[in-house]
């Protein structure tokens, strides 16, 4: 079983930076691929971003240039830096795992972690 735990969120201002973890356990990171993802109040989860076991990495349009997802496979942790933050950035964020390629719907995820709010006020 796969088991996926989130920290880092948080409350920050417009134009500020956080960073998120998602430390996995029950596995490892071959052959996986890993995900961010987000809701806001009232909305369905979106794709954030995603990176393969190989280091690819597939980004939403809204995120390119401000969000950077990466991996340290030593410690079996996904990231996501998150840059130049927006209001409208304002979501839980969840992280999630699935086995082989790149996708950005939810649904292609078969772990899925309990979330991390962050909140980026004006």
């Known amino acids: 079983q796969v088991q996926l735990v989130e920290s880092g969120g948080g409350l920050v201002q417009a134009g500020g930076s956080l960073r998120l973890s998602c430390a996995t356990s029950?596995?490892?990171?071959?052959?996986?691929?890993m995900g961010w993802f987000r809701q806001a109040p009232g909305k369905e989860r979106e794709f954030v971003a995603a990176?393969?076991?190989?280091?690819?990495?597939y980004y939403t349009d809204s995120v390119k240039g401000r969000f950077t997802i990466s991996q340290e496979n030593a410690k079996n942790t996904v990231y996501l830096q998150m840059n130049s933050l927006k209001p409208e950035d304002t979501a839980v964020y969840y992280c999630?795992?699935?086995?082989?390629?790149?996708?950005?719907?939810?649904?292609?995820?078969?772990?899925w972690g309990q979330g991390t709010q962050v909140t980026v006020a004006s």
């Open positions: 990176v393969s076991w190989g280091g690819s990495t």
């Open positions: 029950g596995r490892t990171f071959r052959s996986y691929t």
């Open positions: 999630a795992a699935k086995l082989y390629g790149l996708a950005n719907a939810p649904g292609a995820y078969d772990y």
